[in-house]
């Protein structure tokens, strides 16, 4: 047997372990499609299909339809018995995969950030990090231009990994300051996660069991080493938090972060790990697999692709 039927048997029955609400057939077309976007670095139908097709000897269009399936809807599919991939329900397997592979790390830390495709797609995604990296582990993709309130779509995708979560395990939840939401800190807090949010220096804060309100902008100093403090955020829609602030001399402005924790209860800081979720994001477009380039004009359908790359 050719080394490279070999290597996709075996990536064939990970993906069928990993995911075992998948029918045979979806599973083997994931593992077929992945191995395909590796060898070739590159996301589109058409160049995959061309080297799978080279590979096992078929026509290339006949590989590319079976590709092109794998987005499908039910409705959409050839057959009796065809049903759809609902990507939210592979999220907590995705995440306990991963997982499995560290042998189930004491610390485990999620980066939540939002990444566009051109100016049509906006992608929210929850993202496990490490190696210097990060991996999608949970999205959500709507249009640039669409209409409505994200805080729900956060809350879905952290429930939807929470069954992936042991309760001995410490989760960390990251997120830059655009991000920023006392309901969200609340929902995440409620998981027994723990919360790293930056915000802007706006606004005001409260020290516990002082009566003034002083501006955020004031607090810090450049060159001031790292302080946390017990504080109240905010003076509408206030927040109860320990605020991390620190302003390294090389930076032109402070980072003012809030949190659940002090820094007796945790090892350093993580929330600088939250910048490996962008060599993540490098890694699916240019500096990867050219995600950048697909014209896939449905956004249920780019979830299910997006998988694929995730895998790859």
Not at 131 to 138: E, I, Q
Request: proline share 5%; net charge positive; hydrophobic share 45%.
């Amino acid at each position: 047997m050719p080394s490279y039927e070999e290597e996709l048997n075996v990536w064939q029955e990970e993906v069928s372990i990993a995911f075992p609400s998948l029918s045979k057939p979806q599973a083997t077309v994931l593992a077929l499609y992945s191995y395909g976007m590796i060898w070739t670095r590159q996301c589109g139908q058409t160049i995959v299909s061309v080297f799978l097709g080279l590979l096992f000897g078929v026509k290339a269009e006949t590989m590319r339809q079976r590709l092109r399936e794998w987005h499908y809807e039910a409705a959409q599919k050839r057959g009796q018995q065809r049903r759809e991939v609902v990507v939210s329900e592979l999220f907590a397997p995705l995440l306990g995969w991963v997982l499995r592979q560290w042998s189930h790390p004491r610390q485990v830390v999620l980066a939540l950030d939002v990444t566009y495709l051109r100016d049509r797609w906006a992608i929210l995604c929850v993202s496990v990090v490490y190696g210097k990296t990060a991996l999608p582990v949970a999205w959500k993709i709507v249009g640039t231009h669409d209409v409505g309130a994200w805080h729900p779509v956060w809350v879905a995708l952290l429930t939807a990994l929470r069954p992936a979560i042991s309760p001995k395990q410490i989760v960390y939840v990251v997120c830059d300051r655009g991000l920023y939401s006392p309901k969200l800190f609340a929902v995440i807090r409620r998981a027994g996660w723990h919360v790293w949010m930056r915000i802007r220096p706006q606004g005001y804060y409260q020290m516990k069991g002082r009566q003034r309100w002083r501006p955020l902008a004031e607090l810090a100093s450049r060159g001031m080493a790292p302080t946390a403090l017990r504080v109240t955020c905010f003076k509408d829609k206030s927040l109860v938090c320990v605020l991390w602030v620190k302003w390294d001399q090389e930076y032109d402005e402070a980072c003012l972060m809030v949190s659940d924790r002090l820094p007796r209860q945790v090892r350093g800081n993580p929330y600088p790990l939250r910048m490996w979720i962008e060599m993540g994001f490098k890694q699916l477009k240019r500096g990867g697999l050219h995600w950048e380039h697909c014209k896939t004009p449905d956004a249920a359908r780019l979830e299910r692709l997006l998988l694929v790359l995730v895998l790859a």
